[in-house]
């Protein structure tokens, strides 16, 4: 696995205004693993590549809870999807969950399990 490529992260208002909702429904979105935030400089924040169309990315629930059911931590599965890997041809999972290989990213992720 390399390096993280660079990314645009959201920070919670950011999400507001993205989604369209308040905060106690972004809130809620991290809480129930539909979206995963990260702490970075104290701020919590979220990839916007998480998004899309105003919507959180619809594959990545599920592939997070693999990623959990793997015994993979928030942190663990946040650097798991955002760093490239050779195991999806180089591509980041959360590229490749955007690009329609939602079934090749879940089954990477369950072989990596803990």
């Given amino acids: 696995m390399t390096a993280p490529v660079s990314r645009t992260w959201l920070t919670v208002p950011d999400l507001v205004d ?6 106690g429904r972004v809130r809620r979105l991290l809480d129930d693993n539909i979206l995963l935030a990260q702490r970075i400089d ?3 924040k979220v990839p916007a590549d998480f998004i899309r169309d105003g919507e959180p990315l619809p594959e990545l629930k599920g592939t ?9 931590s928030d942190d663990e599965a946040m650097q798991w999807l955002l760093a490239e890997t050779e195991l999806l041809g180089g591509s980041a999972p959360i590229d490749a969950l955007r690009a329609g290989r939602k079934a090749e990213v879940r089954r990477v992720a369950q072989s990596l399990g803990f």
Avoid at 18 to 23: D, E
Avoid at 64 to 72: C, F, Q, R, S
């Fill in 64 to 72: 997070i809870v693999v990623l959990h059911d793997a015994g993979y």
């Fill in 42 to 44: 104290g701020v919590l």
């Fill in 18 to 23: 993205a989604l369209g909702v308040p905060q």
